[in-house]
């Protein structure tokens, strides 16, 4: 039973480009969550999404951020025109139910903004 | 929102010595209390956690204390073991579908 999946393990990307994040849920696992976190600092809780909804956004950036968890397929974190500011490890995470009981993390995407 | 600070931000003892990590948080709606280890390059896993409803938790080395009224709970971690060092970080949650973290304890377990 595989893991959260997240890919790419490291992205590099220009200041200006955009940034698409991956993220496997597990197995079961139907509600995914996305969380930043910057270089010795805890993680920041991004976006809450269901299949094809998104329940809580309350942490996403208001510009140039946004998510998906399509029907079929991987959660999609996305970054537009990307700046230095947005370099940093994001994890997802997922879990069986609504509530926040057994979370599991991916090994996270650590992006670095050129 | 919630507030989470958590304490000490580094911690080094001896192998075999205890490790105490403490945490409070400020929304006394929170009811669930995970603690996170997170090694180099790789994404936090759960080792330990509590519910408002109890006050201690205990599986093998690791406990957890709560003290709902004081608003702030503990890990400890007994006879450490090299491989206990990594980063550890508290959380709490309540209600809602987030958690909110600490900023991280980086404990070093010397042999």
């Known amino acids: 039973n595989a893991g959260v999946m997240q890919n790419p393990r490291h992205l590099v990307r220009r200041r200006g480009q955009e940034a698409r994040l991956r993220c496997s849920p597990m197995?079961?696992?139907?509600?995914v969550y996305w969380y930043r976190q910057l270089p010795e600092e805890g993680l920041k809780f991004m976006v809450y999404l269901q299949k094809e909804n998104i329940i809580d956004e309350s942490g996403m950036p208001k510009e140039r951020f946004s998510a998906e968890f399509p029907k079929e397929g991987p959660s999609i974190l996305r970054i537009q025109q990307v700046v230095r500011g947005d370099s940093a490890a994001y994890f997802c995470?997922?879990?069986?139910?609504?509530?926040?009981?057994?979370?599991?993390f991916g090994s996270g995407t650590r992006l670095t903004v050129v | 929102g919630e507030n989470v600070e958590q304490h000490p931000s580094t911690l080094s003892v001896q192998e075999g010595d205890s490790a105490v990590i403490k945490c409070t948080y400020s929304d006394s709606a929170s009811n669930y209390f995970p603690w996170y280890k997170q090694e180099l390059g790789k994404g936090p896993q759960l080792i330990i956690d509590i519910r408002s409803n109890v006050g201690e938790k205990k599986d093998q080395r690791i406990a957890v204390t709560l003290n709902k009224t004081a608003k702030h709970f503990s890990l400890h971690i007994t006879e450490t073991q090299p491989e206990d060092s990594a980063v550890y970080f508290c959380a709490a949650s309540g209600s809602g579908n987030q958690f909110y973290f600490g900023t991280g304890t980086s404990l070093t377990v010397i042999p």
């Open positions: 197995k079961g696992h139907s509600h």
């Open positions: 995470a997922s879990s069986t139910g609504t509530g926040a009981y057994g979370y599991t």
